[in-house]
Structures are given as C-alpha cells and as structure tokens.
C-alpha cells in the first residue's frame, strides 16, 4: 500500500522559513511533486524532482525562495521555504508520480501524479 504523508506546516511570521517534509512508503524510483492550493483559489504546482534527484522544476508561483530536495535513501522529500510571505499560505500537497521523470512541460497540471498525502497547513502572518 502506498502512503505519502507531509509534515513540517505552521505558522510563521512573514520572512521566516519552514522546511516541509514529505514520507513515501509502499513505492520507489518515482518523480515526486509539491503542489499547493490557497483558500479560493485552485491547485497550483509547485515543484517536480525526478526520481534521481535530478533535475527539478519549479511553477511560476514558486521563485528562487523554494527547494526542492530528496533522500532516497529515507524515501523522504523536502520543500524548503525561505523568506515567507502571506501569500504564501496555503495547504501544501505532496503526491507521487506515475513515471519516474517530471513531464516537463505538463508536470504541473498535477495530473501524472497518482499518490497523494492529505497536505500539511502553511499559514504565513503579515
């Protein structure tokens, strides 16, 4: 059975950074994303790393304050942030991919990712 489960959410102040983490089990050698989705608003894709740990992409709504990084040998995956903002609050998913490579362009549509943790809450004070 494969569980995706993230952690590491909370709420910062506005320039504070949080490192999200994300556990796969029940599966290996898949490409894994961050996606998030803010209240009202629909998902958007954040960030794919190929199963290798390289390379990695990043939508246009996370900039060069977000990375993306992996531990194959603990099945994990991070998300780090840096210099926070409000508009950066938002449920933040982690989800397993069907192949082992970001589809490059269309990896952010969400929809080549089969496995999906419940998300973990990043709420960022002004």
């Known amino acids: 059975q494969v569980q995706v489960m993230e952690s590491g959410g909370g709420l910062v102040q506005t320039g504070g950074s949080l490192r999200l983490s994300c556990s796969l089990s029940?599966?290996?050698?898949?490409?894994m994303g961050w996606f998030r989705q803010a209240p009202g608003k629909e998902r958007e894709g954040g960030s794919c790393i190929h199963a290798s740990g390289h390379p990695s992409y990043y939508g246009n709504s996370m900039n060069d304050r977000f990375t993306i990084s992996r531990d194959n040998a603990k099945n994990m995956v991070y998300l780090q942030i840096d210099n926070l903002k409000p508009e950066d609050t938002a449920l933040y998913y982690c989800a397993a991919g069907l192949y082992n490579y970001c589809l490059r362009d269309s990896w952010s549509r969400g929809d080549t990712f089969y496995y999906w943790g419940r998300g973990t809450q990043v709420t960022v004070s002004s």
């Open positions: 029940g599966l290996t050698g898949a490409a």
